[in-house]
């Protein structure tokens, strides 16, 4: 079993970074979560993929069967991937934009029109990079059950994607890694 608390020391510990930042959002921050500094550790992205699992699997017991896990470019990838593993979900990976060679798709993976996705974050602060690969999913007819973001940074992610229709939920939120400003 997962010890939450020790997971959320764990993330913290490997990617909480002081200084000063400027957010995907545009945003600048005191601290930064380097999402590549726990997802590229098997000794903490194993334990978040099992929550993500377990987020999911309530999810299915309450709105019915989800269909893919999707994942966004290129932080969501690892994560979905390893959340794909522990559950047996199919996943989809989410280019920020269309490949300019090959098949020229934006969207990776097999996803077919009335699919229930749950598409998974990495670090949440407005939710543009999300809702983004929101767009891209539902252009291929498929429905977004909701998005779960491994942290919440508790800066507007939730109301923006709520604001949208679709569920959000976060395994831990910054003030859960202990983090101020």
Known sequence: MVNPKQLAAAIAEASLLRGDFVLRSGRRSSYYLD????????EILGPVAELFG??????????????????AELGGIPL?????????????????????????????GD???????????DVATTGGQALEAVGVIRAQSADVAAVIAAIDRQEGARENIERDGIRFEALF?????????
Do not use: M, W
């Open 35 to 42: 999402k590549y500094r726990f997802s590229t550790r098997p």
């Open 54 to 71: 377990q987020r999911i699997g309530a999810i299915a017991a309450e709105l019915g069967p989800i269909h893919r896990l999707a994942g």
């Open 80 to 108: 979905v991937t390893a959340t794909s593993l522990k559950s047996g979900l199919p996943c989809v990976f989410v280019r920020n934009q269309k490949k300019g060679y090959g098949t020229a798709k934006q969207l990776e």
């Open 111 to 121: 996803l077919h029109e009335g699919d229930r996705v749950v598409l998974l974050e």
């Open 173 to 181: 939120t910054k003030s859960d890694l202990g983090i101020d400003e």
